[in-house]
């Protein structure tokens, strides 16, 4: 009789437990929603009312379906219509992807009004799956802010995070990389770009790719640096490659084409002047040893003129 009231004892503590636990979820500004295997809902926070204004009271949604709750989604008016562009059905089977054992990326859905959900699915033990539902809308106006100026820079930009994965770039980057669009490169980590443009020719090398990639990375991984790449086309890029407070890092290209161009011609002008230079000596040098043969020339004639004068002299008074 004891163990049985210890073990009931047990069990009402732990469900007192539980309990505080669950009530503990309102104070977040963070919607849980908490399914079962079939997709049920078991339990919702105080802030799902809050980010959706048209929803019954949340003790009201408990047995219904996550399918259930997107149709209540939609039909209280809380989807921008461009999110349902593709059709209800396909918002549908997008949302519920997330409910998959296999499915463990975020999903943004945009809310009228400009909000934007960040909805996020994990998955426990029980084969209970949790979903959380956070309002990114600055986060994702600051995003769009940030993309709207690197998209018009005259710079090419390339943002990576601290898995060293592209996660932000404009389409003159994608051109530097010899892509046609950002989504060939998006998600792909730095020297997976970095061996493609030098193993497809894209960057003009002085030497072996292999080389060059060692040198590059080793650029990469220091806290700042600099350097020169040269593509295929004829451009000429500085490349600023710097590492950020958070542990990714941002690179800008700046175009330095006209530079190196004139640098090049003057260059060239400077050799062709160069050897014009040692034309000129070799010319002088010439005509200073044609100068010094005719004047020995000229001495020699002078003297055989004289000594013939001479000669004739002399006969002239012998007769």
């Not at 163990?3 to 539980?18: C, E, K, L, S």
């Not at 989504?183 to 960057?203: C, H, N, S, V, W």
């Not at 990469?220 to 890092?249: Q, S």
């Not at 003129?305 to 006969?315: N, V, Y």
Request: proline residues 2%; charged residues 25%; aromatic residues 6%.
């Amino acid at each position: 009789m004891a163990v049985a009231n210890q073990a009931h004892r047990n069990r009402a503590g732990y469900q007192d437990d539980a309990a505080t636990l669950l009530r503990s979820l309102d104070s977040l500004r963070t919607a849980v929603t908490i399914f079962d295997r079939s997709g049920r809902l078991l339990h919702a926070n105080a802030h799902l009312n809050y980010l959706f204004r048209s929803f019954p009271p949340r003790e009201t949604l408990i047995g219904r379906s996550y399918e259930e709750l997107i149709g209540l989604e939609i039909e209280g008016g809380e989807i921008a219509p461009s999110a349902l562009a593709c059709g209800i059905k396909t918002f549908l089977a997008q949302r519920l992807t997330q409910l998959r054992d296999d499915e463990f990326a975020p999903r943004d859905v945009t809310l009228t009004g400009h909000r934007v959900v960040e909805i996020k699915a994990r998955r426990s033990q029980n084969g209970h799956t949790v979903l959380l539902w956070t309002d990114v809308t600055a986060a994702r106006a600051q995003l769009a802010r940030l993309q709207e100026a690197v998209a018009l820079s005259a710079e090419a930009f390339a943002f990576f995070d601290a898995g060293d994965k592209l996660v932000l770039a404009n389409d003159l980057y994608a051109h530097i990389c010899g892509v046609q669009t950002l989504d060939e490169l998006i998600g792909k980590t730095f020297p997976e770009i970095a061996a493609m443009g030098a193993y497809t020719g894209r960057i003009v090398l002085d030497e072996s790719p292999e080389v060059w990639l060692e040198r590059r990375l080793k650029r990469h991984r220091a806290a700042a640096g600099a350097m020169t790449v040269r593509t295929n086309t004829g451009e000429a890029y500085l490349v600023r490659d710097r590492a950020t407070p958070i542990g990714g890092r941002v690179m800008v290209f700046t175009d330095i084409t006209d530079k190196i161009r004139a640098e090049t011609a003057l260059a060239e002008q400077e050799h062709a002047l160069a050897d014009s230079r040692a034309q000129a000596e070799k010319q002088s040098s010439y005509l200073a040893d044609l100068t010094s043969r005719l004047d020995q020339a000229s001495a020699s004639v002078h003297s055989a003129k004289t000594t013939l004068l001479r000669t004739m002299g002399h006969e002239l008074k012998r007769r």
